[in-house]
């Protein structure tokens, strides 16, 4: 069983060849591939989690689709000042299927 903790938009996520994770929006490239940069690497028994060993490995993905997270709502209310404000946001996100673990 070969598994990767990868770097992706100030998360960590752990991932495995077919899986498909939703990341903070990243930009492809032509192809439609992308890139991580992996953190830890278990191969069977064998944890690699050196910087230069993790200097070889590469996790790509394609990129299966743009979407945005659900919203989410910023109230903001001061007591007696009538001062009510509200506002939405909504995150930009990518889905993503790995491809390689190599």
């Known amino acids: 069983m070969v598994y990767a903790v990868v770097r992706a938009g100030g998360r960590q996520e752990k991932v495995e060849v077919g899986t498909v994770v939703v990341l903070d929006r990243i930009k ?3 192809d439609g591939n992308i890139e991580l940069a992996a953190v830890l690497l278990v191969d069977g028994d064998k944890i690699t989690h050196d910087a230069k060993s993790l200097a070889n490995v590469t996790v790509t993905g394609e ?3 743009d979407l945005r997270g659900p ?10 000042t009538g001062y009510k404000k509200r506002q939405g946001h909504r995150q930009e996100l990518t889905r993503v299927k790995i491809t ?3």
């Open 71 to 80: 919203k989410i709502v910023i109230q903001k209310f001061k007591n007696k």
């Open 28 to 30: 492809a490239d032509k």
């Open 100 to 102: 390689s673990i190599k």
């Open 63 to 65: 990129v299966v689709g």
